[in-house]
């Protein structure tokens, strides 16, 4: 049984500030997908990254995957209050997506 | 284009009573997913339909049911309820279970009293 952590579980910064939040598992996977949720709604779909030591760029997101295929992370840069909310890595192991329990991010204006 | 779509949005239950959660999708997929959110947890998988006609278990599907009605529809169904089935319930599509990216409704929040 693989172990998944999303670290820091909560991250609360200044406007303008950047940040990045970590997702690493205990055993190798194929792909992975970063998903946010906002409050009272359901997670949407950011990226998927699918070779290892790729980094995808979606705005001010930068999503980069592990060499080892271990580990991802996201880096936000000059956060905005709009980027509040739960950030879910996914792993797939196999024919199983995995979710991690997430890192809450509060950005203040 | 709605998207995933689920009802109802908040339901109250005493333990031991049923209800089903109605989920649909206007997107042509294929593939479709209950899950549970609880705190600390993240999403776990309860059922799902890779195609109209099957479904299978995912991680916990103790205490619940599935029906695919149609391509369109996946209902879960509560048979008998348990205050631990107190969650926000997500539904979720994919154009097939190999592509795994998945499109998920507003959710369903439910307690069990």
């Known amino acids: 049984t693989q172990l998944l952590e999303q670290s820091p579980q909560f991250l609360s910064i200044q406007e303008g500030e950047n940040l990045t939040v970590y997702c690493n598992s205990s055993?190798?996977?194929?792909?992975l997908q970063w998903y946010r949720q906002e409050p009272g709604e359901g997670p949407v779909l950011l990226v998927t990254v699918v070779t290892g030591g790729e980094v995808k760029k979606l705005k001010r997101l930068t999503f980069q995957f592990g060499d080892a295929r271990k580990d991802s992370s996201l880096h936000i840069t000059a956060a905005q209050t709009g980027d509040t909310g739960l950030y879910l890595c996914?792993?797939?192991?196999?024919?199983?997506?995995?979710f991690g329990a997430g890192t809450i991010l509060r950005v203040k204006s | 284009n709605a998207g995933v779509t689920q009802t109802p949005k908040f339901q109250v239950l005493k333990t031991g009573q049923s209800m089903t959660l109605q989920c649909a999708q206007d997107m042509n997929h294929n593939s479709m997913y209950w899950y549970r959110q609880d705190p600390g947890m993240g999403l776990r998988l309860i059922y799902y339909?890779?195609?109209?006609?099957?479904?299978d278990k995912g991680e916990v599907p103790n205490g619940y049911n599935v029906s695919r009605l149609n391509k369109r529809e996946f209902s879960l169904r509560l048979e008998s309820a348990a205050p631990s089935q107190t969650s926000v319930y997500f539904c979720?599509?994919?154009?097939?279970?190999?592509?795994?990216?998945?499109?998920f409704g507003p959710g369903t929040r439910l307690t069990v009293t």
């Open positions: 055993s190798v996977f194929s792909s």
């Open positions: 996914a792993p797939r192991y196999g024919n199983k997506l995995v």
């Open positions: 979720a599509s994919s154009e097939a279970v190999q592509t795994y990216e998945q499109y």
């Open positions: 339909s890779a195609s109209e006609g099957t479904t």
